[in-house]
């Protein structure tokens, strides 16, 4: 197994769905390699699932330095949460362009006779 | 520049301590100029809460009978439109939380799935560039409108009000008596949920 073929079955490896002839070239290769050390530590650091609490965050530049730059070696090894991401930011990118609508529109004359007699009955 | 701004800026401060001046007087004329000035940027608001136009004016009415009570206690500290504003906004809510529940979905369904490792469980489509012609854009936004208004209250009235009505989370979290923690929370499941309703129209495939 080369570094290249690791990265690719990381997460299988961690879901434990590799066959234990795989698992075993898989460790072999990580204990033989620092670069693929180091890729590990990235990988158990925090999960897709964990990145969402922090998406927010991350767009907004509030997440603090250490917990950046976790969220950025995860982004670094995982396309699934780069496309994500991507999808996330544009959502808010839509939302937060959205005009208001119809331009606000006069006060019907009923409506403002009937907000003026309502004061009157005060 | 800057100083014509605050020229103007200062005609309207003086223009609005003057209206509120007839109004505590009782002048008739004055809350009619309050109502026309202010009256449809609530209603529109309103409109987009309570998706309904005759609640919206109700909301409205009630915003109006609710800001005159209050007018003595209105201290100029914040204009007469965001004061309005946010009492429209409140109104609105309060008639929300009357009407009868509609059916919702389930946006658990809208949300990413993972494995037990807690990784993706698939890839998630790819989408597309945001179109920058503007006619794109505005069916884009209609879509988007369209999707939001699918959304459990819960979760699209945060939405709404933070990025929509531009309120602070601190004032959101109180219109809707839930603390800001929970604003924040809610308004992101909401981003995903909506990224998930509109996904299917904005994968790379789907142009």
Not at chain 2, 69 to 82: A, I, M, V, W
Request: with cysteine; aromatic share 6%.
């Amino acid at each position: 197994m080369n570094c290249q073929e690791l990265k690719e079955a990381a997460w299988d490896y961690h879901e434990n769905l590799l066959s234990p002839a795989r698992q075993a070239e898989y460790d072999a290769h990580v204990a033989s390699c620092t670069e693929c050390t180091a890729f590990m530590k990235v990988c158990a650091e925090v999960t897709c699932e964990g990145m969402l609490e922090f998406l927010d965050d991350y767009i907004d530049r509030t997440l603090e330095a250490e917990r950046r730059a976790i969220f950025e070696r995860h982004l670094a090894i995982c396309p699934e949460c780069i496309a994500y991401l991507d999808s996330y930011q544009k959502t808010r990118d839509l939302t937060g362009s959205l005009p208001d609508g119809k331009p606000d529109a006069d006060v019907p004359a009923d409506l403002l006779r009937a907000i003026l007699a309502s004061r009157d009955r005060r | 520049m800057g100083r014509s701004e605050s020229r103007t800026e200062k005609t309207r401060d003086s223009s609005e301590a003057a209206l509120l001046s007839r109004l505590l007087a009782g002048e008739e004329d004055a809350y009619s100029e309050l109502i026309r000035a202010h009256g449809g940027r609530m209603l529109s608001v309103a409109r987009r809460i309570l998706r309904s136009d005759e609640d919206a004016e109700d909301a409205v009415q009630d915003a109006f009978v609710s800001a005159f009570r209050s007018l003595d206690r209105f201290q100029g500290k914040s204009r007469f439109g965001t004061w309005l504003h946010r009492i429209a906004t409140n109104s609105a809510l309060m008639l929300l939380r009357k009407r009868p529940a509609r059916a919702e979905i389930d946006i658990e369904f809208l949300l990413p799935e993972f494995l037990e490792g807690r990784h993706h469980a698939g890839a998630p489509p790819r989408w597309s560039e945001l179109p920058e012609e503007e006619a794109s854009r505005r069916e884009l936004w209609n879509l988007v409108r369209e999707k939001i208004d699918e959304l459990p209250e819960n979760y699209r009235i945060p939405l709404l009000l933070y990025d929509i009505e531009h309120l602070e989370m601190a004032e959101i979290a109180e219109q809707m008596k839930i603390t800001k923690n929970a604003v924040k929370v809610r308004l992101c499941r909401a981003r995903q949920a909506l990224r998930g309703l509109l996904s299917p129209s904005m994968v790379e495939s789907a142009g």
